[in-house]
Structures are given as structure tokens and as C-alpha cells.
Nanobody, 129 residues
């Protein structure tokens, strides 16, 4: 059974930084798509960033490009989301997710929450103004 556990959330002032981690158990991340989504109160869950574990190709929402960086560490079976220049509108619960099937995935599919089969419980990020 795949389990994902996020950590690293917290309260930070606008302009600050946080690094989120997502550790997997029950399966490696290798050759699977992995992603970060977020959900603010009263809003739908939205795509933040994704990475192809095998190729390292990355995908970002326009709202976070240039500020957030997704990365992975195969040895630790962990992925990260480095968030810089945080804004109050980044406040949300952040979730990591991974696809159930391995192998090639067309680029547009990385952005869709329906691509991903396993989800963590989320970590709260609050950015104060």
C-alpha cells in the first residue's frame, strides 16, 4: 500500500520561504509521475507543480513559475517543493500525489488531478501579509 507523508508546512511572512517534503512508503517514486497540488478554503484543489521521476522534466502552474521549484531525491525516495517569495495567496493545504501506473505520460496529463492515484494528507502553509 502506497503512503505519502508531507511535512514542512507552517506560518511564514510574505516574501519568506518554505520547503515541503513528501516521503513515500510502500513503493518507490522511480518511473512514476509525482506532483504537488494545493487547496485554499472555499476553493477547488489546484495544480502547483509536477515532475517526471525518470526524466526530471518539470511542470509548473503559471502562478508559481519562477518562485517554486520541485525536485526529487531517489536515494531518499522523497520529493520536495521549495517555495520562495511566498505571497498571502499561496496560503493553502498542500498535497503531494503520485500516479499508480509507471511509464510515459503526455505532458498535459501532469496538470490534472485525475492522473494521480495516491495522495498524502496534506500540510498547511499560511503566508501572512
Amino acid at each position: 500500500q502506497v503512503q505519502l507523508v508531507e511535512s514542512g508546512g507552517g506560518l511564514v511572512q510574505a516574501g519568506g520561504s518554505l520547503r515541503l517534503s513528501c516521503a513515500a512508503s510502500g513503493r518507490t517514486f522511480s518511473n512514476y509521475a509525482v506532483a504537488w497540488f494545493r487547496q485554499a478554503p472555499g476553493k477547488e484543489r489546484e495544480f502547483v507543480a509536477a515532475i517526471s521521476w525518470s526524466s526530471g522534466s518539470t511542470y509548473y502552474a503559471d502562478s508559481v513559475k519562477g518562485r517554486f521549484t520541485i525536485s526529487r531525491d531517489s536515494a531518499k525516495n522523497t520529493m520536495y517543493l521549495q517555495m520562495n517569495s511566498l505571497k498571502p495567496e499561496d496560503t493553502a493545504v498542500y498535497y503531494c500525489a503520485t500516479r499508480g501506473a509507471r511509464g510515459y505520460l503526455a505532458a498535459p496529463n501532469y496538470y490534472s488531478h485525475s492522473t494521480y492515484d495516491y495522495w498524502g494528507q496534506g500540510t498547511q502553509v499560511t503566508v501572512s501579509s
